[in-house]
């Protein structure tokens, strides 16, 4: 098992550009959420699936979109990059009665 | 809603002195209680959780945390540090019920020194 999985490793993007982080998990949970996480503020839900074709906004979703078109994979879209979203990117994954399990992040920097 | 509190943004300690991390946690809902490490750019382990049951949680690393209903809390705690052990460490609950999305605390960073 490979667990959580996420590509790009790292990427650098202008202002005003585009681009969508993967994740993909193998343990065939039906839970999945991304996350932020900034300097001295811990790890902020931006979005969460419960299941193949459900979404639902966290607590910082404004200048992104997710899609989860099947059960192993949930993506996250930024389609007009800002500074204020330079940040590492956590997607994770949960089974029905346990904790999340998380991928290993894609640090992101927009210039 | 849920808010984490980490007391103390750095501990530095000495290798085989005991630790103990501090967390206090807010909420209306029952929840769930976890720490998690992150060792320099890698992602979120889990170190232990709290889901019911018997207040005194161990974990691996020889870590352990104990259950305070009553004071809202969730230390950490380890009796002996290695140098292995330096790296940032975050204390998370969740509503036991619902999306169980994860509240963070804002993270204390371990340093353990030779």
């Known amino acids: 098992n490979a667990g959580v999985t996420q590509t790009p490793k790292f990427q650098v993007l202008k202002t005003g550009q585009s681009m969508t982080l993967q994740c993909a998990q193998d343990?065939?949970?039906?839970?999945m959420y991304w996350y932020r996480q900034d300097p001295g503020m811990g790890l902020r839900l931006i979005y969460y699936?419960?299941?193949?074709?459900?979404?639902d906004k966290g607590e910082v979703p404004n200048g992104y979109n997710v899609s989860r078109l099947n059960k192993r994979e949930f993506s996250l879209r930024l389609e007009s990059a800002a500074p204020s979203q330079t940040s590492v990117y956590f997607c994770a994954s949960r089974p029905a009665y346990n904790e999340q399990f998380f991928g290993p992040g894609t640090r992101l920097t927009v210039l | 809603a849920q808010s984490v509190t980490q007391l103390d943004s750095q501990v530095p300690v000495f290798e085989e002195a005991p630790v103990e991390l501090r967390c206090n946690y807010s909420?209306?809902?029952?929840?769930?209680l976890f720490w998690y490490v992150q060792y320099p750019n890698q992602g979120l382990q889990l170190l232990l959780k709290?889901?019911?049951?018997?207040?005194l949680v161990k974990g691996i690393n020889g870590f352990e945390a104990e259950f305070n209903k009553s004071q809202t809390s969730f230390h950490l705690r380890k009796p002996s540090v290695h140098i292995s052990d330096t790296a940032e460490y975050f204390c998370?609950?969740?509503?036991?019920?619902?999306?169980?999305?994860?509240?963070f605390g804002s993270g204390t960073r371990l340093q353990v020194q030779p």
């Open positions: 909420s209306s809902v029952s929840v769930y």
């Open positions: 699936s419960a299941s193949e074709g459900t979404t």
């Open positions: 343990m065939n949970h039906n839970s």
């Open positions: 998370a609950v969740s509503p036991d019920t619902g999306r169980r999305a994860l509240t």
């Open positions: 709290y889901l019911s049951g018997s207040t």
